[in-house]
């Protein structure tokens, strides 16, 4: 969507606030990370405002998601967010060694949605967890830890792996001179 801004590039307003929504399954637009499938559209909400010297931009943006938790594979609903604040400058006027650091102007309008939805993507966790401190699942029996409990865990304790065995010989004699 084009954003006509040209309210405060005239100065009949110093500050306008915006909101709209970007299709993030529309054309060239940034993927989500693999795995996670966005529910809703990006919702956009910000102002542009004119300081006397430059513009400013200040937005938010967010977006629903649905993933599978990387320890215990259970669904996951969330929303990722995002804050975005920029210069405006208009087209002409911004040298090219600097153009990183606004959004430029193209006639009166801002095309933001490729960029929005960019940095909304680089916003989501590298690791998608259903918590903090999800278990996960047991890696013998599959029992998902955070609902249940195995005891896979206290029978490979009492299972000593045949090449350990002499240490574990040395780590007896140790506790019973301990209790001497």
Known sequence: MKLD??????GKVRKMPFSYEIDADGGDMPLPPDGVALTSPIRVNGTI???GSCLHLVLTANVDYK???DRCAD???GNAETSLERLVGEEGFVS???ADDYFIAVDGALDL???VAEELM???PSRMLCREDCRGVCPDCGVNLNRESCDCAEKRGREVDPRWQGLMGLLEQDNDE???
């Open 96 to 98: 090219d060694e600097n």
């Open 122 to 124: 680089l916003a989501f």
């Open 178 to 180: 301990n209790k001497k």
């Open 67 to 69: 993933a599978e938790c």
């Open 113 to 115: 949605d490729f960029d």
């Open 5 to 10: 801004i040209t309210p405060v590039l005239s």
């Open 75 to 77: 669904e996951i609903n």
């Open 49 to 51: 405002s004119d300081s």
